[in-house]
């Protein structure tokens, strides 16, 4: 569990690219910047990790002399309530997200669990926890034991992952942490998070249901974001204020409740926006 409130980038900053910079070289900049958590991106990724052994390991070990918090994004490429074999090559890939998150000392790979087609929310419930349970088990085969599986709060409606369905689905499956995508419960929600009580609404509901420990520990994504009646359109940076989420209100329960998130940056300016919450955040602890 986060020692902090901590602050990174979903993936490496525009900025360091333009460095040149390579994997390695990503948490000593972090680090300079002031931020401390990164959430490698392996989201193109197929059945099989899609990183050397050698190269994960640099990552932890350069994580860890400059404190930086790992996650992995895992494969977009999944969908746990679809036909048979789409669901078996999921949780292949899902696997292989975990071995490399386990190389890499990451805490949690984050995932998109999804979509309904034309199952229920209690159908695709269902076989979501059926097909993590597989790949929880598999993962203690492999002896994968410190990597939790983080489905994450999706953003439109065809997809199935509201904050009710998450929760559920990590009340159910061991070895499971919800990613808590504040953008996307205000997308799905068409608009849902406008004042502290809001937010507050939400982490109430994750401690009733998951605990006090799930509560202080939370991976969270956070951007703003443009949405239809559909939900999700696309992300923003944080000062166009012609959108939400703020993370002002964010920053409020975080003190007020004493939490210990983890954030990542998902907005189209990583590691700006980062430093920018992070700042925010600072201010309202010192309040
Ligand atoms: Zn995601």
Redesign the pocket.
């Given at each position: 569990m986060a020692d902090r409130p901590r602050f990174g980038p979903a993936g490496v900053p525009a900025a360091f690219r333009e460095k040149k910079a390579v994997l390695a070289d990503v948490p000593k900049l972090l680090h300079d910047e002031g931020l401390d958590a990164f959430e490698y991106p392996a989201v193109r990724w197929g059945a099989k990790p899609q990183i050397k052994r050698e190269n994960a390991k640099e990552l932890s070990l350069k994580a860890g002399e400059n404190d930086i918090w790992l996650s992995l994004?895992g494969s977009y490429f999944m969908n746990f309530c679809g036909e048979k074999e789409v669901v078996e090559a999921s949780k292949n890939r899902l696997i292989a997200c975990a071995t490399a998150a386990e190389w890499m000392k990451a805490h949690v790979v984050?995932f998109?669990p999804g979509f309904y087609g034309k199952r229920t929310s209690k159908e695709a419930l269902e076989d979501c926890s059926e097909a993590l349970a597989d790949v929880a088990e598999k993962m203690k085969m492999l002896g994968i034991e410190k990597v939790k599986l983080g489905p994450?709060i999706m953003g439109r409606l065809s997809q199935f992952g509201g904050l009710d369905e998450i929760l559920s689905l990590c009340e159910e499956v061991e070895q499971t942490q919800p990613v808590i995508?504040w953008a996307h419960i205000h997308a799905r929600d068409r608009g849902r998070l406008k004042t502290v009580d809001d937010f507050r609404k939400v982490v109430e509901e994750i401690e009733k249901r998951l605990g006090t420990d799930a509560l202080m520990n939370m991976h969270c994504?956070f951007a703003k974001i443009e949405f239809t009646e559909k939900g999700e359109k696309r992300h923003h940076t944080i000062n166009e204020t012609e959108y939400g989420p703020d993370f002002t209100l964010l920053a409020r329960v975080i003190a007020e409740f004493e939490l210990k998130p983890v954030i990542i940056s998902e907005s189209p300016i990583l590691d700006v926006d980062a430093i920018k919450m992070r700042d925010i955040l600072r201010e309202e602890l010192k309040s």
């Open positions: 994004h984050v998109h994450e995508d994504h």
